[in-house]
């Protein structure tokens, strides 16, 4: 019966998958985009592409590092293979615990992990998105000069206490690894702390993964405004928490929205739609036909043996 459940959540993410490949595709004319992409010049396309290549590479070290928590290190092939088929889908479907982890199951079981061990990788990946939210939220906050103050609204002082706030996450996360916090237990599932090395990795890949993405973005609002990187950092750290407690998939309208209203003078939607085409649309062009494939090689082989042991910690 899981495994019908899971065979139906799949099928339907791909047919939600190739509906928002229409919509996408809708919603802006082809004229539309290459109008957009024609006035970002060609390098800063290219540098932008490149730091979301970079993005993609570190939200796979996501996978890569959970796997070894849970004690099923695999290769770095497969982590990435399940990590980029699960995320270019999940950051387009939304309700990425649901969409993105239903792909990651369907991979990682037939890896000969549990459903225990899927759900802890889930859950590390998880924490390592707030935890690199979050710091990149402090160093913006921390670091932002004078010019850019004015940004969310904030005086030097406020401004100072909300990223110290944001600072303390990661900071305390740290410090409950080092003095052992108690695992998190939900009747049977039992979650351990990760290691204070492991907690360091997960925030250290956190953070660079949403530098890069607002990287990207820094690279392509360059066009069209003069607003420093630490400015478009905060700028998007504000806009992904607004997408993500909005539920819309892939932020779709809400990101464009929100940078619009942080940066009204200079930001262009132009540079906006190039990125959501880059970040969004080209990985989902890209993870679906992977998904198909995946499902096409597993079923012509016979499903591996999985171990009842629960997890342990590496």
Not at 2 to 8: A, D, E, G, S, V
Not at 61 to 70: C, E, G, I, Q, T
Request: glycine share 8%.
């Amino acid at each position: 019966m899981r495994q019908l459940i899971i065979r139906i959540v799949v099928a339907a993410i791909i047919c939600v998958a190739v509906v928002l490949v229409y919509r996408s595709l809708s919603r802006y004319s082809m004229e539309d985009i290459r109008a957009s992409l024609a006035m970002i010049p060609v390098w800063r396309l290219l540098s932008a592409g490149a730091f979301v290549a970079a993005s993609y590479v570190c939200l796979s070290l996501f996978d890569y590092l959970a796997l070894r928590y849970v004690g099923k290190p695999q290769a770095y092939r497969r982590a990435a293979l399940a990590s980029f088929t699960a995320l270019s889908i999940g950051h387009n479907v939304g309700g990425a615990a649901l969409s993105s982890g239903a792909v990651r199951y369907r991979f990682y079981t037939r890896w000969g992990l549990t459903a225990d061990e899927v759900a802890k990788v889930i859950l590390f990946c998880g924490a390592t998105v707030l935890l690199g939210l979050s710091m990149l939220a402090a160093i913006t906050l921390l670091s932002m000069p004078r010019a850019g103050e004015g940004l969310l609204q904030l005086g030097p002082a406020a401004r100072v206490w909300v990223g110290l706030a944001f600072l303390s996450y990661p900071v305390a996360y740290v410090i409950c690894s080092v003095w052992g916090r108690p695992p998190l237990k939900i009747r049977s599932f039992r979650m351990e702390m990760p290691t204070t090395a492991m907690c360091i990795a997960q925030i250290a890949v956190g953070t660079v993964n949403f530098g890069c993405v607002a990287a990207a973005l820094h690279q392509l609002l360059a066009t069209f405004t003069d607003a420093g990187y630490l400015q478009v950092a905060a700028s998007y750290v504000t806009a992904t928490i607004a997408a993500m407690l909005s539920h819309v998939p892939g932020g779709l309208g809400v990101l464009e929205a929100t940078m619009l209203l942080l940066l009204p003078a200079s930001a262009s939607i132009g540079a906006l739609v190039a990125f959501r085409v880059l970040y969004y649309f080209v990985p989902l062009c890209i993870g679906v036909p992977l998904l198909l494939a995946a499902e096409a090689h597993f079923r012509r082989r016979p499903p591996p043996l999985v171990s009842g042991k629960g997890a342990h910690q590496t």
